[in-house]
């Protein structure tokens, strides 16, 4: 792996104070031709047999090494100023790799020594929105050892559930739950990338006490990543994404500066 230290950072990916905090996925008109890319975690003699980038040639048992960190999956939007063969050759480490939160203009003398160029060939992934943001995946979460099916159904007894509007609450009695795996699309930008998107997994939960249904979305916490649930929603994320890869950029709309840039 070749790195050359400080070289010319493009300045196109720097956010400031013009840019719009944040951007919303739901606002996308034409989700399959909005793309998102990724660059491999590992090479293509890894990826491919034979050097053939095609799904035919993919090899699916390396699938745990391409996306080694399935945890709030880093990705790229294309069609705005992020470029794939152009840029995603860069690498940033803290504090350039931080959140960047709105507001504030980024001075890049700041972070001089926060990225580096990595000239190391790696595949590139691309995905359609449409197959990333508020998709179900199978996730077999059940309660008793009878379910098998998903979704699933089970009758538990003083079930805890979190309303993150109204906070913790107890629920006493016989109450259903049916729990899904959902993937939301949120946008992250990062100090020294305003582009950086992240594929995060949640749970839906549905769970009807008497004749009221209370839905909620229940994001995959860092703490909770490593938890059997956990690791198997991530699973099945992965499981997902392996689906609906792309090995070839395919066309993409521009996005629009008034999708990203406040106005004069």
Avoid at 189 to 216: C, D, F, M, S
Wanted: hydrophobic share 30%; aromatic share 12%; with cysteine.
């Amino acid at each position: 792996m070749t790195v050359h230290d400080n070289p010319a950072y493009p300045v196109e990916l720097l956010p400031s104070a013009s840019h719009i905090y944040p951007l919303e996925a739901d606002s996308f008109t034409d989700t399959d031709k909005t793309i998102m890319h990724r660059r491999s975690d590992i090479g293509y003699e890894e990826c491919f047999y034979n050097g053939v980038i095609d799904r035919l040639h993919f090899r699916t048992e390396c699938s745990s090494e391409i996306f080694k960190h399935p945890y709030n999956l880093s990705l790229n939007l294309l069609g705005g100023q992020f470029i794939a063969d152009r840029h995603a050759i860069w690498r940033q480490t803290k504090p350039g790799n931080d959140y960047w939160l709105g507001g504030t203009d980024i001075n890049l003398s700041d972070y001089s020594a926060c990225y580096s160029q990595h000239n190391t060939a790696y595949p590139d992934f691309y995905f359609k929105v449409s197959d990333l943001h508020d998709k179900p995946i199978k996730y077999p979460r059940t309660f008793n050892r009878q379910s098998e099916s998903w979704p699933y159904k089970a009758v538990v007894t003083g079930l805890r559930i979190i309303d993150h509007k109204s906070g913790d609450k107890k629920i006493k009695g016989q109450v259903t739950e049916d729990v899904k795996g959902v993937l939301k699309l949120k946008h992250r930008p990062t100090n020294l990338n305003y582009w950086h998107w992240q594929l995060e997994a949640a749970t839906l939960r549905k769970v009807t006490v008497g004749n009221k249904e209370i839905t909620i979305l229940e994001p995959l916490l860092e703490k909770q990543k490593s938890s059997g649930w956990g690791k198997k929603l991530l699973s099945a994320q992965r499981e997902h994404l392996l689906s609906v890869i792309m090995f070839q950029c395919p066309d993409f709309n521009t996005i629009p500066k008034e999708f990203y840039l406040l106005p004069d």
